[in-house]
Each structure stands twice: as structure tokens, then as C-alpha cells.
């Protein structure tokens, strides 16, 4: 292995040796605590040292690297002391991460990391947000972001670098190329020559380097960041290397040739620039022995105060509170008058007055700037606040909301809005592993809006109808709203923007252009959380939301004797369950209504609460209408039969005569 020193002086030089070495011990003793049952896992990166440490010192102290679970040099070079680290690797309540998340999955602003979640590849969109709040603000400073070669199989990998490259992030994207994904060798990962072949159809630099040679990674990202920092584009690097121990030490290394083991044990990346250190005269045995005993001494004693860290008890209220980063919402009443505004215009003036309010705050969806979105819900945005924030994206849902994130993470708001409820699917993890989690995982506020444009009545089949609010409402870390009238429109909506909570918004495109009324003009709030009790009858309750609130109200037209208590619940997660008990308590009867398919739909937790907790107070039992256990078809009449507003009757005579 050949070093270039270039103008580096000794002492710089002693300085990585020392950055090179630490992580090496602790390891070493990290193996030692493995073998004697005092710790549980270990993920090692014994061999990749260089590449952690090098790529970290390139890095200045403000701006973020995302690193995964063979980093610790970055975590030590960012002087994370090793008694918060240990901590942490022991589950202790004094971690990170509270003792809820492992090892290196964890973040702190402290230090500026934002670690990984297991599925490797999500992190690389979270580089874009964060590098993105850098842009917009002026700010010139690169972000680096981890991944390794089994992980650039991921679609992640693609959808990530491709929107950096589009718009010309200041993301440095580094690849770990130690051979294995576990077990998977590289032939069985991808078929190209080299990684850095993939740069080319992106249209961005990349380069392939020795990721053992301190020397060459520290500056190849100098030279790299440097370079960002002044003219912002993204760049991919692969790092050359060679994992020497299990992927974990559990997993062992008998699917490895021997040969391997052999070869890069001439190249580790410790021994190899000890020796060249040693033939320069920087270092000699008495000095390496200093250091190693210094080293060795701190290590024990950093451990031992960690293991001898006393445990708080484990908390029920602390960890249902910690799911959500503190907010108390006092609702902003109405300031100026009303306007009459269809269900359309009101979040369209509900996202307007947002972005008036909320300087920092910005919107990102598929064709939402000058053609306005697939709704033209935000036409004139673009020129009215600028392309910088409001960013037509390209198609990649599980990105956007990933850069969602990272723009949270560093300063901003964000709204997303998913062209069509459906198509959330591709953006799934990033919701419920992301953004659901951070805050419970390190602390870390995820304020992001996703709109989702949701439900059926036009014929638009499976893929463009489904009512999917289930899917989340059982997610802890979320919150979710549903408005069915203009006015709640735009206060839920500016509710969800207030909020540093991720929000769903779903609205309900056969609402769009067929509803009006009356939606107070300026800034204001609705309260998330809360329902509306639109009627109050004596027979009979009805707890709905969305478009079957409006199914209730046209039933109700048609049967103007029927004395009927109608409960919009206006938010799925929390909901007001003293709204529905109330309703419970006035009549004894209780249908719960969704456009949603009948099993598992969001009425079944309602009913399971309400025979919980309001059975005395019951006359009968709850009963749920909901929609086919189908999918949405297309044509009108197979459609009508599908919802659950066909039902409707049948359910209401049955629960009357019981």
C-alpha cells in the first residue's frame, strides 16, 4: 500500500494514527465484552476503519454524516464520548436512543449524525432533505451519507441519487464495498464492473478508491467537499475494503474463501499506515505502546462508569409520551370574516396561507409547480413563492419523504403530497419505519405534512379509489386527520403544518368541486384531535368521517323522522373518544361507518373500543357498515355495490329494530 503524505506534517499525521487506531481498541474490547456475555451483539467494522475516519475529517463540524453499523470511526472522530456510545450498545434507558433502538441507530444535533434504520438503503434520501435545507438557505456545506454494495441494489439507492442529481444536492454519496451483504457476494449483487459505473447514468462524478489507505480517503473527500461546498452537485464514491468479520459476529465468516482473509490482512488499514509511520520516524514501539496503553486505560474506564450507570425504572406514561415530540396545539381562532370556498379552494388557501406564515416551509409532489398538481390545487405556486419551494419531484414517492425527513432534521417544514392516496404504497417505509419512529427512536421531530388525495366515486378503479387510512391509524408516532367539510379543510390542514409531528392529511377527491362553505379567510386552527357532533338524535348514533358523513346527511334528507346522532370524527389518530362516548351514552345504539372495506377498516377499533369501554351503556350491538372486502372495481354499478353506502339502509333498519 503506497502513502502519500503530500504537505501533511507529523503531526497530522501522529492525529490519524490516533483516529485509526481508537476505534481498532475499542472493537477489540467490544469483541472481549462479547465473548464474556456482557454485551449481546456487535456489529464490527474491524478492516473499514480508514474509511469512517478519513471521510469523517473531511467533513466540517456542521454539517451531518449518515452513517450505518460499521462506522464507528465516525461516531469516535466526531468525539462522541465512549461512555454515551457504550450506553447506548447496552440498551441502557441513558442511551441515545432510551434503550429502543441498537447499537448505531441513533442520531443526535449534538454532533450532527443521523444514524441508520435496518433497511439500509432509506438514509440516502434523508441526505438529500438535509442537503437541500443547506441549499435553499445559502448555507455552503456538503452532506455525507453511508451505504454499502449490497444496499446500492435497493431502489432507495436509485430514487436518492437521482433526485440529487436532479436538482444538484451537495451530497456525498459513499459506498463501503467490503464483498459481502452478509453472505451475498458482489456477482450475486450486481453485474457492473465497478459501482462507480453507476454515476454515469446519473450524469454525476464518481470515483473508485482504496478504502483502506487513510491517506487517499481523507483526501479524496477533502478534495470532494471542498468542491461541493462551492458548487453544489452530488458525487459517488467507492470505497474499496474488505469486512474481516461476520456481518455479525454471530453470522461467522465460513462462506468467505480463506485467500480473502489472507489478502487484506496484508491491507489492513491500521498495521499498514503504522508501518509507514514508523519507516517516516513519526512513530516508534515506546510511542505506540504509549498510545495504546493511553487508549486501553481510557477505554476500560469509559466502559466500567457506562456498565456502573445507574437505570432509571422503565416508564409506561414515558413511553407513550415519547412517541410524539411535545407539542400542546392551542387552536388559532378565526381573525376576519368568512368566504364562501369549495372543498378544493380550501386547502388550496390552507396551504397558501401556510407557506405565507411559514418561510421555511416547502412543498414537494409530482407536477405541482407549473402545471399545479393533477388537481390544480397548487396552481400559481410556483410563481408565487418560487420553484426552490415548491419542487416538482421526479417519481419516487419513498425519496420525497425521506427528504421530508432530512429537511425536518435540518430546520425546515415539508408537505408532500402524494398524487394519489394509492400510490403511498412505494413511499410506505419511509412513512411508517421514518417518520413514525424518529422521535420515539432519538428525539428528533418529523414535520412533514403528506397529503393524500384518497376515496371513490369516479370510476376510477384500484389503483386511484382506495380509502387506505388504515393502514396507518394502527402506526404509533403518526397522526391523522380527515376532514369532510371546506372549513376543516384548511384548519386541519394548517393544524398539520403547525404541528413538528408527521401528519397524514387525507382529503377526499369526490368532495374536490361538489361541496362549498362558508371558510374563514386568514390564518387558523383546528383542533387535531377533535370531533364534530354534526346532529343530536335519541334512536340512534353514527361515528363516520370523510365522504360518509355525507352519506349520513343524505339519508338524513330522505328520512327527515329518523332522530339520528351524526359524529364526524374529523381526526383518525388521536380521536376524540369522549365525542363517542358521549354519542354512545345518548342513545345505546351504534353504527360505525367507513368508506373503507369492513375487516380491520378503522371502525373495527372503534368498536372494539366502545364495547371496551361503553357497554353498560349499550342497547345493542355495535354494528359496522363498511365497504366489500374487495377491491375497488372501475365500472359505476359494480363500484355502487362495492360502497359502503349501499349498505346504509339495511344497516340502519337492522340496528332500529334489534
Not at 28 to 44: A, D, H, N, T
Not at 426 to 431: T, V
Not at 576 to 589: E, I, P, S, W, Y
Request: hydrophobic share 40%; glycine share 8%; charged share 20%.
Amino acid at each position: 500500500m503506497q502513502f502519500n503524505r503530500q504537505d501533511k506534517d507529523d503531526a497530522t499525521l501522529l492525529m490519524l494514527y490516533k483516529k485509526l487506531l481508537y476505534p481498532r481498541m475499542v472493537e477489540e474490547k467490544m469483541l472481549i465484552l462479547l465473548r464474556q456475555g456482557r454485551i449481546g451483539k456487535w456489529f464490527s467494522g474491524i478492516g473499514q476503519e480508514a474509511i469512517a475516519v478519513g471521510a469523517a475529517l473531511a467533513m466540517q463540524a456542521s454539517e451531518y454524516i449518515l452513517p450505518m453499523h460499521r462506522n464507528l470511526g465516525v461516531f469516535t472522530t466526531r468525539n462522541i464520548p465512549l461512555r454515551r456510545l457504550m450506553a447506548q450498545w447496552q440498551g441502557k434507558i441513558s442511551g441515545f436512543t432510551k434503550g429502543r433502538d441498537r447499537s448505531f441507530h441513533f442520531g443526535t444535533q449534538e454532533f450532527k449524525i443521523i444514524g441508520m434504520i435496518s433497511h439500509l438503503g432509506p438514509q440516502m434520501a434523508l441526505a438529500d432533505g438535509i442537503a437541500l435545507a443547506d441549499l435553499i438557505a445559502g448555507r455552503a456545506q456538503a452532506t455525507l451519507v453511508f451505504t454499502g454494495e449490497g444496499a446500492t441494489s435497493e431502489g432507495d439507492f436509485h430514487e436518492a441519487i437521482n433526485v440529487a442529481s436532479v436538482w444538484n444536492l451537495p451530497v456525498i454519496f459513499l459506498i463501503e464495498n467490503n464483498g459481502y451483504g452478509l453472505s451475498t457476494p458482489v456477482n450475486e449483487q450486481f453485474n457492473c464492473t465497478q459501482l462507480t459505473d453507476k454515476a454515469i447514468g446519473y450524469g454525476i462524478e464518481g470515483y473508485r478508491i482504496d478504502g483502506n489507505n487513510i491517506l487517499e480517503v481523507m483526501d479524496t473527500f477533502n478534495k470532494i467537499a471542498g468542491e461541493m461546498r462551492i458548487s453544489p452537485k452530488p458525487v459517488l464514491v467507492e470505497c474499496m475494503t474488505f469486512r474481516m468479520r461476520g456481518h455479525e459476529e454471530a453470522s461467522g465468516t465460513k462462506y468467505v474463501p480463506a485467500h480473502l482473509f489472507e489478502e487484506w490482512k496484508s491491507r489492513d488499514p491500521v498495521t499498514a499506515f503504522e508501518s509507514f509511520l514508523l519507516s517516516e520516524g513519526i512513530l516508534n514501539p515506546d510511542l505506540i505502546q504509549t498510545i495504546r496503553h493511553n487508549f486501553k486505560t481510557e477505554i476500560d474506564t469509559e466502559i466500567e462508569l457506562a456498565f456502573g450507570d445507574a437505570e432509571p425504572p422503565a416508564s409506561e406514561e414515558q413511553e407513550l409520551s415519547d412517541m410524539y415530540f411535545p407539542f400542546l396545539q392551542v387552536p388559532s381562532p378565526p381573525q376576519g370574516g368568512t368566504k364562501e370556498m369549495r372543498y378544493i379552494d380550501a386547502i388550496s388557501d390552507g396551504l397558501r396561507t401556510g407557506m405565507e406564515r411559514y418561510p421555511e416551509l416547502l412543498i414537494m409532489g409530482q407536477d405541482i409547480a407549473e402545471y399545479g398538481g393533477a388537481f390544480k390545487i397548487t396552481a400559481g405556486f410556483a410563481e408565487e413563492f418560487g420553484k426552490q419551494r415548491v419542487r416538482n419531484t421526479p417519481i419516487c414517492e419513498s425519496a420525497i419523504v425521506g427528504a421530508a425527513l432530512g429537511l425536518s432534521i435540518n430546520g425546515c417544514k415539508a408537505i408532500v403530497e402524494m398524487q394519489f392516496a394509492d400510490f403511498v404504497t412505494c413511499g410506505f417505509n419511509q412513512i411508517v419505519n421514518n417518520l413514525a419512529k424518529t422521535h420515539y427512536r432519538w428525539g428528533e421531530k418529523a414535520d412533514v405534512v403528506i397529503r393524500m388525495p384518497t376515496g371513490a366515486g369516479s370510476g376510477a378503479g384500484p389503483f386511484h379509489s382506495q380509502s387506505n387510512e388504515a393502514w396507518f391509524t394502527k402506526t404509533p408516532g403518526l397522526k391523522i386527520v380527515y376532514p369532510a367539510f371546506p372549513r376543516e379543510a384548511k384548519g386541519l390542514l394548517l393544524a398539520a403544518i403547525e404541528d413538528p409531528n408527521p401528519v397524514l392529511y387525507f382529503e377526499h377527491k369526490n368532495l374536490y368541486r361538489s361541496l362549498s362553505g362558508q371558510v374563514p379567510e386568514g390564518y387558523f386552527t383546528t383542533e387535531i384531535g377533535k370531533a364534530n357532533t354534526l346532529k343530536k338524535g335519541t334512536q340512534l348514533s353514527i361515528i363516520t368521517y370523510g365522504l360518509g358523513v355525507h352519506w349520513v346527511l343524505a339519508y338524513l334528507e330522505e328520512h327527515p323522522g329518523l332522530s339520528l346522532t351524526l359524529v364526524d370524527l374529523c381526526s383518525l389518530q388521536p380521536w376524540d373518544k369522549a365525542a363517542v362516548q358521549a354519542a354512545v351514552k345518548t342513545t345505546g345504539r351504534v353504527i360505525v361507518l367507513h368508506e373503507d372495506t369492513l375487516s380491520s377498516g378503522f371502525g373495527a377499533e372503534i368498536a372494539a373500543w366502545i364495547g371496551e369501554h361503553c357497554f353498560h351503556d349499550l342497547d345493542a350491538p355495535v354494528m359496522r357498515c363498511a365497504s366489500l372486502d374487495t377491491a375497488i372495481p372501475m365500472s359505476k354499478p359494480l363500484e355502487e355495490l362495492f360502497l359502503a353506502k349501499s349498505r346504509l339502509h339495511t344497516c340502519i333498519t337492522k340496528m332500529l329494530a334489534y
